[in-house]
């Protein structure tokens, strides 16, 4: 696959890291910072597999698919974290990251719909 066929993905998952980078940044100016550690700790955690995710599908790598599918289920706890919460950055970081999970399982799936079985050369 090409970089433009990985583009909806690659948005997603940059908007989904720059949504976590302002949540977590968001949450360390809450009141209650302790209350949004894990909050905090998912934010980063997601954001920065996004990025990762990002430079895989940009490069073309054969990992893209397989890491896209965990920065997925990564996406999805970091919703479910941030949707215990009121806070409207986090409200808004749980749909980027509910979209990101969408986008990312779409991808992989389309990949691995791709890939072709791996051939064993003949011996000679």
Do not use: F, W
């Amino acid at each position: 696959m090409t970089q433009q066929q990985y583009q909806t993905c690659i948005d997603a998952c940059n908007d989904c890291a720059a949504a976590c980078d302002y949540c977590a940044a968001s949450c360390l100016q809450e009141q209650d910072v302790t209350s949004l550690a894990h909050c905090i700790a998912n934010d980063i955690d997601c954001a920065q597999v996004c990025r990762v995710c990002v430079g895989l599908m940009q490069r073309g790598s054969k990992l893209a698919a397989g890491l896209c599918d965990a920065c997925a289920d990564i996406c999805d706890a970091c919703a479910a974290e941030c949707e215990q919460h009121s806070h409207e950055h986090c409200k808004d970081c749980a749909v980027a990251c509910r979209r990101c999970a969408s986008e990312c399982r779409s991808m992989a799936g389309m990949a691995q719909s791709q890939v072709r079985p791996a051939t064993i050369p003949a011996r000679h």
